[in-house]
């Protein structure tokens, strides 16, 4: 029973990844540390919605805030995530960049 209690907490993470703005953010913090503005300016959604999916993204114990002044930076907080994360970004977002470039010549 301990491996399914395993395998159930492994479906949630990859439930919690699996929605685009929360898998480009963490796209965006595997270059490093970003306050909620920086990584904000990826996206065209609203502030507040940024902030859900961050936090949604802090509540599962993958990211870390630490509040400076008025900022808060967030950082990958689990070496796993940043591993599967490279992984899909090598594996899929190189694709779709190549597959682009051949439709163009």
Known sequence: MEADAGISKVALIIKSIAHPIRLKILCILLE????????HSHFSSTYANTSQHLQKLGNMGLLRG????NFIYYSIQDHRIQEVVRLLKKL????????????KK
């Open 32 to 39: 490093g540390e970003q306050s909620v503005g920086e990584i």
């Open 92 to 103: 899929y977002c190189h694709e779709s960049q190549d597959s682009t470039k051949r439709k």
């Open 66 to 69: 630490e509040k400076r002044a």
